[in-house]
C-alpha cells in the first residue's frame, strides 16, 4: 500500500436521500477519523410547527419525508394524544398499525430491491441489476406495490396520506374494502419469502460491530407504533424520558444534529472542540431494522422467526450487510400481520376520538419509522396552539454510528484496490439507508491515507 495519500471522490452517491460528504482519513492501515458531512440547508420544520394548532401537526410533519410520511403522522399524532389525554380503542389502534404496515412494507422494498440489492450482486444500480435478474426485480416492485395499496386505501394516497389524524383518522375503511387487498398482500407475502431465501445466498461482507441497540419494545408484539424504548446496554423508559438519556450536539462539519446516550459520550480533551468518531465509549447507539431484529426477535411472529433462521439470521446479530436480510423479515412479519389485521377486523365505532377538553401541556410521541426510532415533543398552551416542537429523525441518531462502520471497515479498505475501496464504502453507508434530508443525492466520500 502507497503512504502516499489516497482520496476517493463520489460526487454524488445516488440509491439514498438528502446530501453530504464523508471523510476517512486512515494511518497506518487504520482510521484515524471519519467525518459524515451533511450540508443539506436546514428545513425548519419545528420553527414552522410554533403557532399552529395541534391537529395540523401531522399533515405538517409528513410533508418531512416522501417515503416514511405515516412514521412522522404517526409519531406526531401520539405525542398530541398524549398532550390531550387521548386513549384509542383497539380497533383504531389496529387501523394505524395496519397504516404502519404498509409503510414498512414500501419502504423496506424500496431499499432492499432498488437501493441496496445492487451492491451485493456488483452492480451499479437497480436498471443494470434488472438485466440480469428481471424476476427478482419485479417481485420487488410487486412486493412495494402491496404496500403502497395499503396506504392508498387507509391514507387516502399513497404520499403524504391524508386520511390520518390526531385520534384516528376521518374515515375508517369498511371490512370489504380491506378485504379486496388480501390477494395482494398474501401474494407479496410469498414473494418475500422466495426473495429472502435468494438473497441469503448473496455474498455477504464481514463485519462485527458492538452496537448499543436502541428501539421500542412491547409486551406482545413487534414493536411499530407503540412501546417503550429500551437498549441492548439496559436502558427501558417511557418514551418521555427520551431527553434525559439522550442529547443532540451539533459538529462543525455537518448541519444535522447527531445523537449520543448522555453519559456514555467521550469527552473531547482540552485543545479539541470537536469530538472525534472513537468507536467504544463514544456514546453512539443504532436504530433501525438490526435494533428492533436483536431486541425483539422474541416478538416477530413464530413463522418469521423461522424464516429468518432459515435465511442464517439469529440473535444476536451485528453486521450491519446483513440488515438487507432483517429488512426482509420486517416485510414479511408486516405482511403477515397486516392479513392477520384484516382477516379479524371490525370496524371502530366512530372514525376517531375527539380530544375530552383541549388543554395546555406537553407531549411525547415515539414510533419504529422503517430506519429506526422517531421522537416527538410538543408543548401546547390552553388553545391547543403548538409553543415548542422537537423532532429527532433516525438518521441523525444513527449518524455517529455510520462514522464508525467505516473506521471499522478501515483496515479492508485500506487493502482494497481504489475502486473496490470505493464500492465497499459506500455499500456500508447504505446499509442503513440514510435519509439525510427526511432527496437523491447524499455522498461525496474522500479517503485520505496519511503517510506511514
Not at 417515503?67 to 384509542?88: F, H, K, N, Q, W
Not at 383497539?90 to 445492487?118: D, K, M, Q, T
Amino acid at each position: 500500500m502507497s503512504a502516499e495519500t489516497r482520496t476517493i471522490a463520489i460526487d454524488y452517491l445516488a440509491r439514498v436521500e438528502g446530501e453530504g460528504s464523508l471523510t476517512l482519513v486512515i494511518e497506518d492501515g487504520r482510521a484515524k477519523e471519519a467525518r459524515l458531512s451533511i450540508f443539506e440547508p436546514p428545513r425548519f420544520f419545528e420553527a414552522f410547527l410554533r403557532g399552529r394548532g395541534y391537529a395540523e401537526a401531522p399533515d405538517i410533519t409528513s410533508r418531512i419525508c416522501g417515503i416514511c410520511p405515516v412514521a412522522y403522522i404517526t409519531s406526531a399524532c401520539r405525542a398530541m394524544e398524549d398532550a390531550l389525554g387521548i386513549e384509542l380503542g383497539p380497533e383504531l389502534r389496529a387501523l394505524r398499525r395496519l397504516l404502519y404496515c404498509g409503510e414498512w412494507i414500501e419502504s423496506h422494498a424500496l431499499h432492499v430491491f432498488l437501493l441496496h440489492a445492487p451492491d451485493f450482486l456488483g452492480y451499479p444500480d437497480a436498471v443494470a441489476m434488472a438485466r440480469d435478474h428481471r424476476d427478482w426485480v419485479a417481485k420487488g416492485l410487486a412486493i412495494k406495490k402491496a404496500g403502497n395499496a395499503v396506504l392508498a386505501l387507509l391514507g387516502g394516497r399513497e404520499i403524504h396520506p391524508v386520511n390520518a389524524r390526531v385520534g384516528g383518522f376521518y374515515s375508517a375503511p369498511s371490512r370489504a374494502e380491506l378485504t379486496r387487498l388480501l390477494p395482494e398482500l398474501r401474494a407479496g407475502r410469498e414473494r418475500t419469502r422466495a426473495c429472502l431465501s435468494w438473497m441469503a445466498t448473496l455474498p455477504c461482507p464481514e463485519l462485527e460491530r458492538p452496537y448499543e441497540f436502541v428501539a421500542l419494545r412491547s409486551d406482545d408484539v413487534y414493536a411499530i407504533a407503540e412501546g417503550r424504548l429500551v437498549s441492548s446496554g439496559g436502558l427501558d423508559i417511557e418514551v418521555r424520558s427520551y431527553d434525559a438519556h439522550f442529547i443532540e450536539e451539533h459538529v462543525s462539519w455537518s448541519t444535522a444534529l447527531r445523537s449520543r446516550i448522555r453519559g456514555l459520550e467521550r469527552r473531547a480533551p482540552p485543545g479539541d472542540p470537536e469530538p472525534r468518531t472513537s468507536g467504544h465509549g463514544s456514546g453512539s447507539y443504532l436504530c433501525g431494522p438490526l435494533a428492533r431484529f436483536n431486541l425483539s426477535f422474541d416478538r416477530l411472529l413464530p413463522e418469521v422467526q423461522d424464516a429468518a433462521r432459515a435465511a442464517g439470521l439469529a440473535v444476536p446479530c451485528r453486521n450491519p450487510f446483513r440488515s438487507l436480510l432483517v429488512r426482509l423479515v420486517e416485510i414479511l412479519q408486516a405482511f403477515e400481520e397486516s392479513i392477520r389485521i384484516i382477516e379479524a377486523y371490525a370496524p371502530p365505532p366512530a372514525p376517531f376520538v375527539a380530544p375530552p377538553a383541549v388543554r395546555a401541556g406537553t407531549g411525547y410521541g415515539g414510533s419504529e419509522a422503517p430506519r429506526g426510532f422517531l421522537y416527538h415533543r410538543y408543548t401546547l398552551d390552553a388553545e391547543g396552539t403548538i409553543l415548542d416542537a422537537k423532532i429527532v429523525p433516525p438518521t441523525s441518531q444513527n449518524q455517529l454510528s455510520i462514522e464508525e462502520d467505516l473506521c471499522a471497515l478501515s483496515p479492508s479498505l485500506a487493502s482494497l484496490p481504489l475502486r473496490e475501496a470505493t464500492a465497499r464504502a459506500e455499500q456500508a453507508v447504505r446499509n442503513h439507508d440514510p435519509c439525510i434530508s427526511c432527496a437523491t443525492h447524499f455522498l461525496t466520500l474522500r479517503v485520505e491515507e496519511a503517510p506511514r
